[in-house]
């Protein structure tokens, strides 16, 4: 999933984008988890967006342990 591609959705918020693939490779989905990596690769703002999501999933995960 390249920057271009996110712009080519026209009602879709490249942060959504990118957490939907943050979602879908933390369930173990490759193809996600490469597409996120090329795009963080060609976009620092990307990376840094992807660490943030990161950062508010693990603050969420360690509030809601599972029961």
Same mark, same amino acid.
């Given at each position: /999933?390249?920057?271009?591609?996110?712009? &080519? =959705?026209?009602? #879709?918020?490249?942060?959504? &984008?990118?957490? @939907?693939?943050?979602?879908?490779?933390? !369930?173990?989905? !490759?193809?996600?988890? !490469?597409?996120? &990596?090329?795009? /963080? !690769?060609?976009?620092?703002? =990307?990376?840094?967006?992807?660490? @943030?999501? &990161?950062?508010?999933?693990?603050?969420? #995960?360690?509030?809601? *342990? *599972?029961?």
């Amino acid at each position: /999933m390249g920057a271009a591609h996110a712009h &080519e =959705v026209p009602n #879709r918020d490249w942060l959504d &984008e990118l957490v @939907e693939l943050h979602v879908l490779a933390a !369930s173990g989905d !490759s193809a996600a988890a !490469s597409a996120a &990596e090329r795009w /963080m !690769s060609a976009d620092p703002a =990307v990376r840094q967006a992807w660490t @943030e999501v &990161e950062k508010t999933c693990d603050r969420i #995960r360690a509030e809601n *342990p *599972p029961r």
